[in-house]
């Protein structure tokens, strides 16, 4: 079955469970932000996942993308897919108006693409790399870049990549070798191999637009010497440049996306920022990069659980414990089954809750009147980001591998589509930096640095909506206190043992998001009707099944601060 | 790189950790039990799969098996290697003298298909199948059947599949439709369906000796009705039976074994053992089959840490904290790395010792001379074996994922074979009893309906081996306290609440798992040197990493039986 977006859940979650309208009345930027408009688009983009993109999923991974003589083919009907979803405007949906965007909310851009991840991982991730460069060419891109190709990458008529990756700089960028050599006339010659660039070639657009990072001439060793050049793959004269796709990667998953090796061979290209702040210019859109990642995985999840819901329910087997029926009973009756589904539920609404109020938190820190308002929203954006991309990449694999379980022996075949998502979900573990990397971005580069005055002041923010009366709040709001003391600890011997912190930096995320989760869970109790059990049986699931792992994160930091810091 | 079974490990758990010549003394039956001659097997075992099957491997994955017109060619290599394999006489290793076996432990074909299965989990598939047909036809075949057939099954001459599933009975063989209609002459003719059928047709031998489950005329619905038949793709005078393999699946993995839909159209077969006895025919031989099981699980897990560990030994990213080394340091050097690494290493060295130490139960249980003992291993067996089936079939899964993820981005392409273990292991979850019906298997069906009693022995036997004055083995000797509280406490309220004990299975088969391994790694560490890197990393990631999920475990049961048993 191919998958369907539930978009009255994603309205449930906006609107009822967050107050969208509620928490954005102040943002007098955003003037399309009205409820109907913002329902209509859900609607609208809904429909277009289900009946365009989601029908080409299997195909994509059967088929996958060729390579011959250079040139890349996409799966059958990605080309045509994504024409008719740049023509309809869905790039553009969240790009500003004056670069012919629809200036919508962000976080209906994340929706979106949650959604596309979900049917068709493979076609969206060539559309999803639009919006890094879009935004790293609008904010730091000169006059003539701007006028050349921001349009163009606005409305995805053209798309682009990231290259960022070679051979032996992977996590650590700034082993980057490529070179840009300035000429006469103000541009470079970029000469270089990259790998793992998605949508480095293919047949969907025209023209692709490179954003390379490079070093200039006399630049400094390391990260700092690191410059980000624009490099289009056609040049406006019309003429090939020197960029050439040499090979793309047999991978595990993902085949409808070409991963492609590129090499440079003094290709021009332009300086985007200043020589030295390639990785700055990256960087600001770190936040949206991530998060887009961690809507993956909940998107992937959805579209796992979802296959799984529906084999449960017409697959029978055995009697179910205490069933009257005549055996064999539908296997969603049995307990095993029917935890496996609850669980996963319980991921994806609470991650929905967690990524939606964050995909606001990126407009507000933007565009609220109140300084204080737009510190808070950063704050949560730099904390809950890495905690979101790490935490839902790896439920998204481990999760769509329990909903393989739920198919026996008839998910280990292709047929039924579910392994596809086990495969294509787990590179959502490693890329956009890997899951180890986002949990000592947490704890090591921002948790410890500020003495763990941000984590502590997220945590009020969690605290402050939570009513101690209520059982789930009450559990919720210890967790916040034994997490801020935890973090105290860690931050009283960080400085004595420097290693420590890079032992627990795992379990230290898991413990965060384990809490997020549950403030999720307690807003979306407060929203749902109690008798409700859409919403109950995953509640349930949240506090029986995922929640426990929070004391066992929290013993083992503890465990390592006895060991590791003798008194 | 290619898997090399590390022969030295293998001798120092099974002769000095676990001291199995000492264990096997009184076993007369076992006349070549001597020490010498089992190292010196073992040392031949590792060499054979090392330089014959090992190199097959990548290719048997990317290539896989085809069919064509009802034929199946196996990839390149996989027969030449197949017949040096059975002209060797590896697979009789621990077939008995009579039917042309060398009459060798148990132990040490377990040891072997570890390691064959971790160098080329496809290829073994085809002779991992042989030991349940032999055992099965050993025990229940006529006279006639066995002088027909066994010595070539015991040589491996001759391949076996076992025909259970259909398309429509999977986990539930009561619903199996397949019928066998008598003939005058004693024969049967055999008609069905069969699916996922390892091994139902290929080029690897002239002969294929399908063991059928079928349903006799007036047999009674559900498992009761069911027998077993024996059915060979050629005939005895030379003509071909009415077997035919009308595909073979696509799967996510495993793809050097061919998977195969089987159709039987009234092909010629006979009983094997009594009319309506064909589960117990098959279930007498569960044990070591799954045990089989549990050794690939540990095998896999032990071909993704030896990938992973050469990769993080020769790739450097980035300066590990407390380095005072020039950057980039060595990956192993990342304390998440480091983690990674001594975690699952820590889990193949533990599950070692349970695996090899469960193997010696089934001889011990067969031939030792005590009844009290032969009790006491045959009560092993059972308890055990599911628990390892599953725990290390789910840790070959999710230790390969994690040893996928030391490689960054190079893990998800299939340049380095790691992204192959993770999806070859994923089966092992599923084939031989889903892991779900595994911890059924162990808390419902063998430790509540006695009350206990066995589990508790089980415990005894355990704690036995520990020395209280050791920390470790403490807090091994207090886990078993509890756990054999927890025990309690479930067999209290099971009658009356008969759906809670499958809710909380998959529960309490870990926290088994768990003080099981926590007693190999205190034999470990009787057996090692303290100051010995190689055994003391591994047992303090047992310690730090793994073991906490054992109190996770049992608060989850408590929080169970708290909610659905109200005082």
Same mark, same amino acid.
């Given at each position: 079955?191919?998958?369907?977006?539930?978009?009255?859940?994603?309205?449930?979650?906006?609107?009822?469970?967050?107050?969208?309208?509620?928490?954005?009345?102040?943002?007098?930027?955003?003037?399309?932000?009205?409820?109907?408009?913002?329902?209509?688009?859900?609607?609208?983009?809904?429909?277009?996942?289900?009946?365009?993109?989601?029908?080409?999923?299997?195909?994509?991974?059967?088929?996958?993308?060729?390579?011959?003589?250079?040139?890349?083919?996409?799966?059958?009907?990605?080309?045509?897919?994504?024409?008719?979803?740049?023509?309809?405007?869905?790039?553009?949906?969240?790009?500003?108006?004056?670069?012919?965007?629809?200036?919508?909310?962000?976080?209906?851009?994340?929706?979106?693409?949650?959604?596309?991840?979900?049917?068709?991982?493979?076609?969206?991730?060539?559309?999803?790399?639009?919006?890094?460069?879009?935004?790293?060419?609008?904010?730091?891109?000169?006059?003539?870049?701007?006028?050349?190709?921001?349009?163009?990458?606005?409305?995805?008529?053209?798309?682009?990549?990231?290259?960022?990756?070679?051979?032996?700089?992977?996590?650590?960028?700034?082993?980057?070798?490529?070179?840009?050599?300035?000429?006469?006339?103000?541009?470079?010659?970029?000469?270089?191999?990259?790998?793992?660039?998605?949508?480095?070639?293919?047949?969907?657009?025209?023209?692709?637009?490179?954003?390379?990072?490079?070093?200039?001439?006399?630049?400094?060793?390391?990260?700092?010497?690191?410059?980000?050049?624009?490099?289009?793959?056609?040049?406006?004269?019309?003429?090939?440049?020197?960029?050439?796709?040499?090979?793309?990667?047999?991978?595990?998953?993902?085949?409808?996306?070409?991963?492609?090796?590129?090499?440079?061979?003094?290709?021009?290209?332009?300086?985007?920022?200043?020589?030295?702040?390639?990785?700055?210019?990256?960087?600001?859109?770190?936040?949206?990069?991530?998060?887009?990642?961690?809507?993956?995985?909940?998107?992937?999840?959805?579209?796992?659980?979802?296959?799984?819901?529906?084999?449960?329910?017409?697959?029978?087997?055995?009697?179910?414990?205490?069933?009257?029926?005549?055996?064999?009973?539908?296997?969603?009756? @049995? $307990?095993?089954?029917? !935890?496996?589904?609850?669980? +996963? *539920?319980?991921?994806?609404?609470?991650?929905? /809750? &967690?990524?939606?109020?964050?995909?606001?938190?990126?407009?507000?820190?933007?565009? @609220? $009147?109140?300084?204080? !308002?737009?510190?808070?929203? +950063? *704050?949560?954006?730099?904390?809950?980001?890495? /905690? &979101?991309?790490?935490?839902?990449?790896?439920?998204?694999?481990?999760?769509?591998?329990?909903?393989?379980?739920?198919?026996?022996?008839?998910?280990?075949?292709?047929?039924?589509?579910?392994?596809? /998502?086990?495969?294509?979900?787990?590179?959502?573990?490693?890329?956009?930096?890997?899951?180890?990397?986002?949990?000592?971005?947490?704890?090591?580069?921002?948790?410890?640095?500020?003495?763990?005055?941000?984590?502590?002041?997220?945590?009020?923010?969690?605290?402050?909506?939570?009513?101690?009366?209520?059982?789930?709040?009450?559990?919720?709001?210890?967790?916040?206190?034994?997490?801020?003391?935890?973090?105290?600890?860690?931050?009283?011997?960080?400085?004595?043992?420097?290693?420590?912190?890079?032992?627990?930096?795992?379990?230290?995320?898991?413990?965060?998001?384990?809490?997020?989760?549950?403030?999720?869970?307690?807003?979306?109790?407060?929203?749902?009707?109690?008798?409700?059990?859409?919403?109950?049986?995953?509640?349930?699931?949240?506090?029986?099944?995922?929640?426990?792992?929070?004391?066992?994160?929290?013993?083992?930091?503890?465990?390592?601060?006895?060991?590791?810091?003798?008194?």
């Amino acid at each position: 079955m191919d998958y369907r977006p539930a978009s009255q859940d994603a309205q449930f979650i906006l609107f009822e469970v967050l107050d969208a309208s509620g928490q954005l009345l102040p943002l007098k930027g955003l003037a399309e932000a009205d409820p109907d408009l913002q329902r209509q688009v859900l609607e609208e983009a809904a429909k277009f996942v289900a009946e365009v993109v989601a029908p080409l999923n299997a195909a994509g991974d059967h088929l996958g993308c060729r390579f011959e003589a250079g040139a890349v083919t996409t799966p059958p009907g990605f080309a045509q897919a994504y024409k008719s979803f740049w023509e309809a405007g869905w790039p553009a949906l969240s790009c500003r108006p004056e670069h012919g965007g629809q200036g919508l909310l962000w976080v209906l851009e994340g929706v979106l693409y949650e959604w596309l991840s979900a049917a068709n991982h493979g076609w969206t991730m060539a559309p999803g790399l639009l919006h890094g460069a879009y935004e790293c060419l609008a904010r730091s891109g000169s006059d003539e870049l701007k006028a050349a190709y921001l349009d163009k990458i606005a409305s995805g008529e053209w798309l682009a990549t990231m290259c960022l990756s070679e051979a032996h700089a992977g996590s650590d960028l700034g082993l980057v070798r490529t070179r840009a050599t300035p000429q006469p006339d103000g541009s470079f010659h970029v000469s270089g191999s990259k790998i793992f660039i998605s949508g480095g070639e293919h047949d969907l657009t025209d023209n692709i637009v490179h954003l390379v990072l490079a070093r200039l001439p006399d630049a400094p060793p390391g990260p700092k010497g690191l410059s980000l050049l624009l490099v289009p793959k056609v040049l406006a004269d019309g003429r090939r440049n020197e960029v050439y796709c040499d090979r793309i990667e047999e991978k595990m998953g993902l085949h409808g996306s070409p991963t492609c090796a590129m090499r440079f061979d003094d290709a021009a290209g332009w300086l985007v920022g200043e020589p030295g702040r390639g990785l700055n210019a990256m960087f600001v859109m770190m936040n949206a990069a991530r998060l887009h990642v961690a809507l993956q995985g909940i998107g992937l999840l959805d579209a796992a659980w979802q296959k799984a819901d529906a084999y449960a329910r017409e697959r029978r087997q055995m009697r179910a414990p205490g069933s009257r029926d005549a055996p064999p009973d539908l296997i969603v009756q @049995h $307990p095993a089954i029917r !935890r496996i589904l609850d669980t +996963q *539920r319980s991921w994806v609404d609470g991650g929905r /809750v &967690l990524a939606y109020q964050t995909g606001l938190e990126l407009d507000i820190a933007k565009h @609220h $009147p109140e300084d204080s !308002r737009r510190v808070q929203a +950063q *704050r949560w954006c730099e904390l809950v980001t890495p /905690v &979101l991309k790490a935490a839902f990449t790896e439920q998204a694999f481990h999760g769509a591998s329990e909903c393989l379980q739920v198919f026996g022996g008839h998910g280990y075949i292709r047929e039924w589509g579910i392994e596809q /998502v086990v495969r294509d979900s787990r590179v959502t573990m490693i890329y956009e930096g890997t899951n180890e990397i986002q949990a000592i971005d947490l704890l090591v580069r921002k948790v410890l640095p500020d003495g763990g005055r941000g984590m502590s002041a997220l945590l009020e923010d969690l605290e402050r909506g939570l009513d101690k009366s209520n059982a789930p709040a009450a559990e919720m709001l210890a967790s916040c206190a034994r997490l801020r003391s935890l973090t105290s600890k860690l931050v009283g011997v960080a400085e004595a043992h420097v290693e420590l912190p890079f032992w627990v930096a795992g379990d230290y995320l898991r413990a965060v998001a384990l809490v997020l989760l549950g403030w999720a869970w307690t807003r979306i109790g407060d929203a749902a009707n109690a008798q409700d059990a859409r919403w109950q049986e995953p509640g349930d699931a949240f506090r029986h099944w995922i929640f426990p792992e929070f004391k066992m994160r929290l013993e083992m930091i503890d465990k390592q601060l006895t060991l590791k810091t003798p008194q």
